[in-house]
Nanobody, 121 residues
Framework: QVQLVESGGGLVQPGGSLRLSCAAS????????MGWYRQAPGKERELIAS???????NYADSVKGRFTISRDNAKNTVYLQMNSLKPEDTAVYYC???????????????WGQGTLVTVSS
């Protein structure tokens, strides 16, 4: 079993910053790519940032230049630094990871429970 636990969401004013964290735990051999998704009310879940095990990153156009994804492989943790937040960034944010599990090396895709980010004055 592998679990992802997110933290760091909350209420922030437009132009403000938040940092989300997502820690993986359980029967982990290694973690492949990790990513952050978000789902706004009435909209589909969308991928906004991803990072490979080697540190290569990709971003959705809507967050490029404002959000930064990073990871600490020793802590099995992925972060999302969000700057210059806008009301349209309001959503539930989910982390996601592709994990090779112990002891069989079975590959699983795991989701966090989601954390709410609200950008409002």
């Amino acid at each position: 079993q592998v679990q992802l636990v997110e933290s760091g969401g909350g209420l922030v004013q437009p132009g403000g910053s938040l940092r989300l964290s997502c820690a993986a735990s359980g029967s982990i051999f290694s973690i492949n790519a990790m990513g952050w998704y978000r789902q706004a009310p009435g909209k589909e879940r969308e991928l906004i940032a991803s990072i490979t095990s080697g540190g290569s990153t990709n971003y959705a156009d809507s967050v490029k230049g404002r959000f930064t994804i990073s990871r600490d492989n020793a802590k099995n943790t992925v972060y999302l630094q969000m700057n210059s937040l806008k009301p349209e960034d309001t959503a539930v944010y989910y982390c996601n990871a592709g994990v090779f599990t112990r002891p069989t090396m079975k590959y699983v895709v795991v989701w966090g429970q989601g954390t709410l980010v609200t950008v409002s004055s």
